[in-house]
Nanobody, 125 residues
Framework: QVQLVESGGGLVQAGGSLTLSCAAS????????MAWFRQAPGKEREFVAA????????EYSDSVKDRFTISRNSAKTTVYLRLNSLRPEDTAVYFC??????????????????WGQGTQVTVSS
């Protein structure tokens, strides 16, 4: 089992920045990938960014590419999401996810086995 704890959310003005963190504990040595998803009120959970932990090659959704950056620590137990140039439409609960199986496609929620509780990001206009 793996436990995920997110932190770093908050209220920020449009154009501002935040950094989210996701700390993994438990059987972290088995993890293949970690990712961030978000869910706005009344909408489905959507993919934001992902990282294959041993390859360190990130993937991003088109809506955040060039604004957000996903990264990890050297121990591969913490993943960060740097959010720059924030927009009101980025307002959502941001969830960390981790998977322990090799997946070719990382943008779907079913690629992940573990989920955090989420952290709220609110961007005011």
């Amino acid at each position: 089992q793996v436990q995920l704890v997110e932190s770093g959310g908050g209220l920020v003005q449009a154009g501002g920045s935040l950094t989210l963190s996701c700390a993994a504990s438990g059987r972290t040595g088995d993890l293949y990938s970690m990712a961030w998803f978000r869910q706005a009120p009344g909408k489905e959970r959507e993919f934001v960014a992902a990282l294959r932990l041993k390859r360190d090659f990130p993937e991003y959704s088109d809506s955040v590419k060039d604004r957000f950056t996903i990264s990890r620590n050297s121990a591969k137990t913490t993943v960060y999401l740097r959010l720059n140039s924030l927009r009101p439409e980025d307002t959502a609960v941001y969830f960390c996810a981790a998977g322990d199986k090799v997946r070719h496609i990382l943008v779907l929620t079913n690629a992940y086995d573990y989920w955090g509780q989420g952290t709220q990001v609110t961007v005011s206009s």
